[in-house]
Structures are given as C-alpha cells and as structure tokens.
C-alpha cells in the first residue's frame, strides 16, 4: 500500500488565508487612513514653529505682544494650511487655519497656540516661557496629543 503524497494547498487552505488576508486589510486600512491625516496636521503644527519663533522674538525686541500676523512677520502656509493668523483679540495668540479640502474629513477648524508666562497664565509682553496648544478642529482626534 502506497501513501499518496500531497503537492500544493487545497482549497479550504487557500481560502482560510485569502480570508484571514481580509480581515487584516479591513482593519488596517481605517487606521492607516486616521494616521495619514494626523500626519497632515504635525505637517500644519511645524508651519505653525516658524511663526512661535517670531512672535517670540517680537515680544523679546518690543516687551508687547505683536497684534497681527504681519506684525510678528509671520506669513504663508502650506498645502494643508489656509492661513496662519495672529489674533486681533488675543495678542500673540497663533490660529492655524486647517485646510479640509486636503486634509480630510473631520479636519475643519484651527489650531491655536498661546503664548504662557512662567505661572501658566497668558503671557504678556517679553515673558514667553511656553505655548499652550488647543483646538476647534470637527474632529478633535486628529490633533497631536498635545493640543487634545
């Protein structure tokens, strides 16, 4: 009596692992596309570091806070940034307006930087010890962590 020796994969073989193929790609591709994005939005916070080094230098040179985004010299943007604004109401206080069209859905609002003295407290004049970071974004997940 001879024992048949087999050659390849059966069906059922190939079919556990198309599926199991499957359920890994319908996992991770929700979590790629989420980590794509968040990516977009680091991109629109390192636009934002050029303009904290201005608005820190203006307050160092002037001892007063700049009122706009031409006064502290910062301009521009990126693909995934409209505009950076320097509040009117809020002196020093940075905006990044986050551009959805390129970001994604979810993505629509700002990113706001303020400047703090070395109490925590909104800082004034030439006292920039830090910056605290909130956001109206529609989606707040997709800020970095340390604007949640």
Known sequence: MQTKKQ????L????????????LAAVAIPAY??????????????TAGACKTSVAEFAAANNALPADATEAGCSGGSTYVTSIEVSVTNPGDIQVVIN???VGDGSAGRIILSPVDSAGGAAAGANIYG???TNSLANSGLAPASCR
């Open 33 to 46: 596309q989420d980590y794509i994005k968040r990516s977009k939005i680091s991109e629109a916070m390192a």
């Open 12 to 23: 059922i073989e190939l079919m556990i692992v198309v599926a199991i193929v499957g359920i």
């Open 7 to 10: 050659a390849g994969f059966t």
């Open 100 to 102: 959805d069209a390129e």
């Open 131 to 133: 910056w605290e970071c």
